[in-house]
């Protein structure tokens, strides 16, 4: 069983579209996370929400809308597609910060956007 | 706020030698650092983690890290390495604010391996 897993693994399309990436952990976690990472692999939080209710919210286009239905999942919407939207989003989940800890995160595989 | 610095972006490096990869912090606070590594195509699995207690902190496959409070560093260590350690690896550390727990990344170190 996939502790993390984010569909699709793949996504390729045209300027101006609209996209969703879907992530689901199976770990009990209350923590979800958005990551982005570019070209040069250098990673960028976007959003965080906990038992969902969003709070993390980075400097990040309102192009992009996460959306959680329940503390298991975590999907991001994004609008009109850029060139500059083409890197790898990560989904990652955690433990509960607010129980006074600090908690690793588990990933998931990525999902590679190409905006052509 | 908190960064983290990876000065190598690369490191090669024989097969059954010693390795050490460097990673320098930032922090004004408590500081909560880990190591991660990122296999070709793949997400980030966690190789080991600092929280508090004892500075030496040991990993999976092997890996250990030395946390130095008065160099602000956490290397990360094996002594000897597979050709299967090939891969991306991230040092970060955790902007604990009570209620949230961002991991800032540095830009990674590419562990190249070679026969």
Redesign the interface.
């Known amino acids: 069983d996939t502790a993390?897993s984010q569909t699709p693994k793949y996504l390729v399309t045209q300027m101006g579209n609209d996209k969703s990436i879907k992530c689901e952990q199976n770990l009990g976690h209350d923590?979800m996370y958005w990551y982005k990472q570019d070209s040069?692999?250098?990673?960028?939080?976007m959003f965080?929400y906990?038992n969902k209710e969003l709070?993390?919210n980075e400097t990040v286009p309102n192009r992009f809308s996460p959306k959680s239905p329940d503390k298991a999942h975590l999907n991001l919407h994004i609008n009109s597609l850029e060139l500059g939207d083409s890197a790898v989003y990560?989904c990652?989940s955690?433990q509960d910060?607010?129980r006074?800890g600090?908690?690793?995160?588990?990933?998931?595989?990525?999902t590679r956007l190409t905006v052509v | 706020a908190q960064s983290v610095t990876q000065l190598d972006s690369q490191v090669p490096v024989f097969e059954e030698a010693p390795v050490e990869l460097r990673c320098n912090y930032s922090s004004s606070v408590s500081v909560?650092l880990?190591w991660?590594v990122?296999y070709p195509?793949?997400?980030?699995?966690?190789l080991l983690?600092y929280?508090s207690g004892s500075t030496l902190v040991k990993g999976i496959n092997g890996f250990e890290a030395e946390f130095n409070k008065s160099q602000t560093s956490f290397h990360l260590r094996k002594p000897s390495v597979h050709i299967s350690d090939t891969a991306?690896y991230?040092c970060a550390v955790?902007d604990?604010?009570?209620?949230?727990?961002?991991?800032?990344?540095g830009?990674?170190t590419l562990l190249a391996v070679q026969p």
Not at chain 1, 102 to 110: A, K, L, M, Q, W
Not at chain 2, 96 to 105: D, E, Q, V
């Open positions: 993390v923590t040069k692999k250098f990673l960028k939080i965080s906990n709070i993390i990560f990652a955690s910060p607010g006074g600090v908690y690793g995160y588990t990933f998931g595989s990525g | 909560y880990f991660y990122q195509n793949q997400g980030l699995q966690l983690k929280l991306e991230f955790s604990y604010g009570g209620a949230t727990n961002k991991l800032i990344f830009t990674g």
